[in-house]
């Protein structure tokens, strides 16, 4: 659940919004841990994301170095 004032997503069980100060809602504060859950899995994807781009700009950069070595050797 998002804080209805600024759409921040509170940790669980808080009761106030630490981006903008609102009150939240007691069903808010409920449904932060399922909230939580969501974003866990949601930060797992990103991850995935980012480890697959680190390792293919590695394998271009290797293979960048090795053609520029090829060239100057030959």
């Known amino acids: 659940m998002r804080c209805e004032k600024c759409g921040f ?9 630490i981006n903008c100060g ?8 409920s449904l932060a841990p ?3 859950k969501i974003q866990v ?3 797992k994807k990103d991850y995935k ?3 697959i781009g680190v390792s293919g700009g590695i ?3 290797i ?4 053609l520029i070595i090829k ?3 030959l």
């Open 34 to 36: 399922e909230v939580s």
């Open 71 to 73: 060239f100057i050797i």
């Open 9 to 17: 997503i509170p940790n669980p069980g808080d009761q106030v919004c």
């Open 22 to 29: 609102a009150k939240l809602s007691i069903i808010a504060s």
């Open 49 to 51: 994301k980012l480890i």
């Open 59 to 61: 394998i271009v950069l």
């Open 41 to 43: 899995e949601e930060e």
């Open 63 to 66: 293979i960048v170095v090795f």
